[in-house]
């Protein structure tokens, strides 16, 4: 299992708010941590963290996990210093009253909550519905515009607040393990493979803005111009009341990373990275998700320049897009020593041609 330092690096990436286009802080969590191992780490102009081992080599592979959360903007602050906001990413409104969230100022974090009126002073009809984002607001403490804006400013991002426990040895609770855990699963594959040195080059990204159309991953893809990359996002996991595995699939926590199995998914790798698995007895789960595409980054880079070899490998989650997801550190473990050993068997002569290769 993962070692204490790797546990500490998580540790501190989750306990980093990086609402999707304001994710800095958390790519100089990533950026530090890699730069220990990595033979080079760059910062694009995105804000994506290329972190990078055989750079030359002149066979690529690219890992992505995207490090922004969603999250939400100040639009506009009252006469009476409540302060207004939009969603950044898909935010369920039925979590939102009563967060706990921080703006983040130039000059450094202001707290506040997310309030609404009280339910006694609700009507009827408003009790059994989900308020619009525009009938909540954030709360700082301020009586007026004029004290708000000494602290805040329109368009300061907002994100709920930190909040990373263990709920045991293996179950980790977070806001925005959607997809921290992914970005971490990738530099501890890095991390491996700096000891163990691949024959091929590989370029572990941690990317930006995927909660908005995989914007970090479209051009960090094209810069690396691999021939073949993992996504490696957060999954559902199934094993809860009222989500139909006929539908969705049968997929659990703590039993290893999902393999996907969709339009996202080149054939022979998808059929390499089973072969792995079986002969490093690693469990994984395989899923198609409910959709031909599973809309990460992996379908993004997937449709680079002329083609790229993809495969998605999915960390199972709970409560996706809330502030208490789970997932479980051994899927997370699973992850890191499948797509090590995957990487390690390639030559860098692989052509991933369906039918061909
Ligand atoms: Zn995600």
């Known amino acids: 299992?993962?070692?204490?330092?790797?546990?500490?690096?998580?540790?501190?990436?989750?306990l980093t708010s990086s609402p999707t286009g304001f994710e800095s802080a958390?790519?100089?969590?990533?950026?530090?941590?890699?730069?220990?191992?990595?033979?080079?780490?760059?910062?694009?102009?995105?804000?994506?963290?290329?972190?990078?081992?055989?750079?030359?080599?002149?066979?690529?592979v690219m890992l992505a996990g995207h490090y922004d959360e969603i999250g939400f903007q100040i639009t506009y602050i009252s006469d009476d210093g409540l302060i207004?906001?939009?969603?950044?990413?898909?935010?369920?409104?039925?979590?939102?009253?009563?967060?706990?969230?921080?703006?983040l100022t130039a000059n450094g974090p202001v707290r506040g909550v997310i309030g609404k009126k009280?339910?006694?002073l609700l009507k009827a009809e408003e009790?059994?519905?989900?308020?619009?984002?525009?009938?909540?607001?954030?709360d700082i403490g301020v009586d007026s515009r004029e004290e708000a804006e000494k602290l805040v400013s329109v368009g300061d991002p907002v994100a709920n607040r930190t909040n990373f426990r263990m709920l045991n040895e293996n179950r980790i609770c977070?806001?925005?393990?959607?997809?921290?855990?992914?970005?971490?699963?990738?530099?501890?594959?890095?991390?491996?493979?700096?000891?163990?040195?691949?024959?091929?080059?590989?370029?572990?990204?941690?990317?930006?803005?995927?909660?908005?159309?995989?914007?970090?991953?479209?051009?960090?893809?094209?810069?690396?111009a691999?021939?073949?990359?993992?996504?490696?996002?957060?999954?559902f996991a199934t094993d809860l009341p009222d989500i139909p595995k006929k539908v969705f699939g049968d997929v659990a926590l703590g039993k290893g990373p999902e393999v996907n199995r969709s339009c996202d998914s080149n054939l022979p790798?998808?059929?390499?990275?089973?072969?792995?698995?079986?002969?490093?007895?690693?469990?994984?789960?395989?899923?198609?998700?409910?959709?031909?595409?599973?809309?990460?980054?992996?379908?993004?880079?997937q449709m680079n320049r002329d083609g790229v070899a993809t495969a998605l490998i999915s960390i199972p989650n709970r409560y996706m897009h809330s502030q208490v997801e789970i997932c479980d550190l051994r899927d997370a473990y699973g992850a890191v020593e499948l797509i090590t050993e995957t990487i390690l068997s390639f030559t860098g002569k692989e052509t991933f041609r369906p039918g061909l290769d």
């Open 118 to 120: 009280p339910i006694h």
């Open 26 to 60: 958390a790519a100089k969590v990533f950026r530090e941590e890699t730069e220990t191992f990595c033979d080079r780490v760059e910062t694009d102009v995105l804000g994506n963290t290329i972190a990078a081992i055989n750079p030359d080599a002149p066979f690529r």
């Open 174 to 224: 977070s806001k925005g393990l959607d997809d921290k855990i992914g970005a971490f699963v990738v530099a501890e594959v890095m991390r491996k493979l700096a000891e163990r040195r691949p024959a091929v080059g590989v370029f572990g990204v941690g990317t930006v803005q995927e909660e908005v159309g995989y914007r970090g991953a479209k051009v960090s893809c094209f810069g690396v």
């Open 269 to 301: 790798l998808y059929d390499r990275i089973m072969r792995i698995s079986r002969e490093n007895k690693i469990p994984v789960q395989i899923s198609t998700g409910h959709r031909a595409t599973g809309g990460t980054d992996t379908c993004c880079m």
């Open 226 to 235: 691999p021939q073949v990359g993992f996504g490696i996002d957060v999954g």
């Open 1 to 14: 299992m993962f070692q204490k330092k790797s546990l500490a690096f998580l540790e501190k990436l989750l």
């Open 127 to 138: 009790r059994d519905r989900a308020l619009a984002l525009e009938d909540m607001w954030i």
């Open 84 to 103: 207004y906001f939009r969603a950044n990413g898909g935010i369920d409104k039925l979590n939102v009253p009563s967060s706990e969230v921080d703006i």
